[in-house]
């Protein structure tokens, strides 16, 4: 147990709907990543928030959004869904940012199928 | 730009085998490199790190040598078990950034 809580664990959904995936960070750890893990693009950094300040973005769709709370825990929203959305969706944490001496912690993730 | 190359999956092996992973990398600078273990239905867990060149990194028996002549970081185990049967992730931290940016993944499945 890494100690990143994610929830739900799985969501099914249509396309056009909107959902929020919650991401609850190791206690003490100031920062929240979140990937994408698909089959045909592997996994893929799509963001992160540092003290709820967004920190890095990577290849997150206009569609997507992400906040994080005062107390440190993080949604992702993701609307307008479409079929190519469906995916394993983690979040991970770390003590401050990503480096040598401060590594990622993941979550178990939330599986998301869109019909 | 920065990335992971990965030999593909899956890699069958019996118990007590020799495991090779091959994984390269393209960065500029100087990354960190890591590989990351995904049991069946879990998260990812670091495996091992290496921060600089001719660095190794080990754990539970796997080990990984930085490779800054090759680019490389390939992943060795000298005896697999059936337990050690997940998908292996390698992934470089872009200097500078707080990104990390993963291969593909390769499938270990080992066979008793």
């Known amino acids: 147990d890494s100690g990143v809580t994610q929830t739900p664990k799985h969501l099914i959904t249509a396309t056009g709907q909107r959902v929020t995936l919650r991401c609850s960070p190791r206690?003490?750890?100031?920062?929240v990543y979140w990937y994408q893990q698909s089959l045909d693009q592997g996994l893929q950094f799509l963001i992160q928030y540092y003290n709820g300040e967004e920190r890095a973005k990577g290849n997150i769709l206009e569609r997507f959004s992400a906040q994080q709370f005062p107390d440190l825990h993080s949604e992702l929203n993701l609307s307008s869904l479409e079929l190519g959305d469906s995916a394993l969706y983690f979040c991970?944490?770390?003590?401050?940012?990503?480096?040598?001496?401060?590594?990622?912690?993941f979550g178990p993730g939330t599986r998301l199928t869109v019909l | 730009g920065d990335s992971v190359t990965q030999m593909e999956g899956p890699v069958t092996l019996s118990e007590e085998a020799f495991l090779t992973i091959n994984c390269t990398y393209t960065?500029?600078?100087?990354?960190?490199l890591f590989w990351y273990v995904q049991y069946p239905g879990e998260g990812l867990q670091l495996l091992l790190k290496a921060t600089k060149a001719d660095d190794k990194g080990s754990n539970k028996g796997f080990e990984a040598t930085y490779r800054k002549e090759t680019t490389s970081f390939h992943l060795e185990k000298g005896s697999v078990q059936v337990s050690d049967s997940a998908v292996y992730f390698c992934a470089l931290s872009v200097p500078n950034t707080d990104k990390l940016i993963f291969g593909t993944g390769t499938r270990l499945q080992v066979f008793p």
């Open positions: 960065a500029t600078g100087y990354p960190s």
């Open positions: 206690s003490g750890d100031l920062s």
């Open positions: 991970a944490s770390s003590v401050l940012g990503q480096s040598i001496y401060n590594e990622q912690f």
